[in-house]
């Protein structure tokens, strides 16, 4: 039983995590809605240091409105960024965040 | 370590001169050496090797879109396990999963990996120069319209662009719409008109 | 709101500012081949010494510097050796007597009638 499903909407952590990790620096802090659960694989952040005995983790991809994530640009309102991101830098979006 | 940097407009795409080939060659040579020395490969395993990393190419993904075309059912069995649906073609598949991004009269998909150069290599090969750039990495998710314009693409500003970033475990091809007459065509004569630029979607039409 | 959104690696472009895009085809030589292929080998089945994530915490450990000065598949090669060299797998020693022969090897070349 997956965490997220398609339709929700999810915010990406900041984890502050030193080391390898997948998920890009313009991306964090952003606020999404879930397109598909991908599949569960192995933590990257692990492998990168040959941890292959880590617990393995959902996967989603998550698409956010280009224009919310460059405020500073002029971007048409239906243009979209869609993204992997590993279920352990997801929460569920609060109420007040904005909707793209 | 010798290096010659392009410089001018563009950002420096760093390619070795010839002293840094021939280097690098040695590096490569040497360390090959070393672990066939430790039992940890063999030469003919490498040469097998390349052989196997030489052999997918546009080709492959060219043959995967014109049968999409032609074939509704396989389409949705590509737009549903796009890893499945390739390997029916007997085309090996070592990514996790593709996912199949469609291109309609309403949308226009681009495909980037800003991280480093995440690509479906087991389909279409080693990914072209630029697709690794910093500038086509940096620049793909924040101003795609303007990386289209320089490729020579100008998208109706009323098309909704997605880029997609294949940061994890996912890998990415783009269906181009087909042609207005592709019926009229050879599954043969489709395949020569698909361009890699069309399969990572800087290019657009099929004509 | 939160600001702090954690480092960013000098891997990690997405939205940075940059000039045009260099739309050049290299040709893939076959160093870079063998180079792909050794570390494909590495990392299969039967071995799993080295792995692609291995490969990327390791360029992306290079510092700027020597990042921004090597080719994408000499920072590969670069990287998968900082690996076996840091797992013991390979000594630099090794390495470097292994570098010398062939360095020879190719310097005698030229002088072959």
């Not at chain 2, 049968?67 to 649906?85: H, I, N, Q, T």
């Not at chain 2, 390997?87 to 226009?108: F, K, M, S, Y």
């Not at chain 3, 290299?26 to 590495?42: F, S, T």
């Amino acid at each position: 039983m997956t965490r997220f499903a398609a339709g929700d909407r999810v915010q990406v952590l900041a984890l502050c995590k030193e080391g390898h990790v997948r998920i890009p620096h313009y991306i964090r802090h952003q606020t999404g809605c879930v397109t598909e659960y991908c599949g569960t694989y192995l933590n990257p952040e692990d492998l990168a240091v040959g941890k292959t005995s880590g617990p393995a983790v959902d996967l989603y991809r998550v698409a956010f409105a280009q224009r919310q994530l460059w405020p500073d640009d002029v971007i048409p309102a239906q243009d979209t960024l869609v993204i992997e991101i590993y279920d352990h830098w997801l929460t569920p979006a609060q109420e007040t965040d904005h909707a793209p | 370590m010798p290096h010659d940097h392009e410089h001018g407009e563009h950002e420096a795409l760093i390619i070795e001169d010839e002293a840094g080939n021939i280097q690098a060659q040695v590096v490569v040579d040497a360390l090959q050496r070393v672990l066939t020395a430790k039992g940890l490969l063999t030469a003919r395993e490498v040469t097998a090797a390349i052989a196997k990393l030489e052999s997918p190419g546009l080709h492959l993904g060219a043959k995967i879109i014109a049968k999409a075309w032609s074939d509704p059912e396989f389409k949705e069995r590509l737009m549903a396990d796009g890893r499945a649906a390739v390997q029916e073609l007997d085309i090996p598949v070592t990514e996790a999963r593709i996912i199949v991004v469609e291109n309609t009269a309403q949308v226009h998909n681009l495909i980037t990996c800003t991280l480093c150069s995440c690509y479906p290599r087991s389909i279409l090969g080693q990914p072209p120069s630029w697709y690794i750039s910093k500038a086509y990495r940096a620049r793909s998710v924040r101003e795609p319209c303007r990386v289209l314009e320089e490729f020579g693409l100008d998208l109706p500003r009323d098309m909704k662009l997605v880029v997609h970033d294949s940061n994890a475990d996912m890998r990415y091809l783009v269906l181009p719409e087909p042609p207005l007459d592709f019926e009229n065509h050879a599954a043969s004569d489709l395949e020569a008109m698909i361009s890699r630029d069309h399969l990572i979607g800087v290019a657009r039409d099929v004509a | 709101m939160q600001d702090d959104k954690g480092s960013k690696g000098y891997h990690d472009v997405g939205g940075d500012p940059a000039g045009g895009i260099p739309q050049v085809e290299l040709p893939w030589l076959h160093w870079e081949k063998q180079v792909e292929a050794i570390r494909g080998l590495l990392g299969d089945g039967t071995r799993r010494i080295v792995s692609l994530d291995e490969v990327r915490r390791g360029f992306e450990s290079f510092g700027i510097d020597k990042y921004n000065s090597l080719s994408f598949y000499r920072r590969r090669l670069e990287a998968m050796t900082d690996i076996l060299i840091e797992k013991g797998i390979v000594t630099q020693a090794e390495l470097d007597g292994a570098i010398e022969v062939g360095t020879t090897r190719w310097s005698n070349l030229d002088k072959t009638p």
